[in-house]
């Protein structure tokens, strides 16, 4: 069961594999913003969400994991990592069940 099985609704967008003809693309329009690699995290708790939140402010594109945390934690740590991926004007997607992909700005998936 997915997180947003729970509230009945489609993600956004959802990808079932990127591959180098729908990977990560940098925006021309963004120059001088270098984007670092991508950071994979399983957090354990709704404390590391400040970890994730660190790595996507400095650039790099996150991959998080929620399958160890229980339903209503997972919960609270995408809601927290939404939040903060509005504020910083980039983007959150559902690559399988409860493994979300969150890019900064200039970062895009087709």
């Known amino acids: 069961m997915g997180v947003f099985d729970l509230f009945g609704r489609e993600p956004?967008?959802?990808s079932d594999q990127l591959n180098k003809d729908s990977g990560?693309?940098?925006?021309?329009?963004?120059?001088?913003?270098?984007?670092?690699?991508?950071?994979?995290?399983?957090?354990?708790?709704?404390?590391?969400?400040?970890?994730i939140i660190d790595a996507i402010k400095k650039g790099k594109t996150a991959i998080v994991h929620?399958?160890?945390l229980k339903t209503e934690t997972a919960i609270r740590v995408?809601?927290?990592?939404?939040?903060?991926?509005?504020?910083?004007?980039?983007?959150?997607?559902?690559?399988?069940?409860?493994?979300?992909?969150?890019?900064?700005?200039?970062?895009?998936?087709?």
């Open 66 to 68: 929620l399958t160890e």
């Open 78 to 110: 995408l809601d927290m990592l939404s939040g903060a991926i509005y504020a910083l004007n980039g983007g959150v997607y559902e690559m399988q069940k409860n493994i979300f992909m969150f890019s900064p700005t200039g970062i895009e998936v087709n």
């Open 24 to 51: 990560l693309r940098s925006k021309p329009d963004q120059p001088g913003e270098a984007k670092g690699p991508v950071s994979v995290f399983s957090p354990t708790s709704y404390d590391d969400v400040e970890h």
């Open 12 to 14: 956004r967008q959802k």
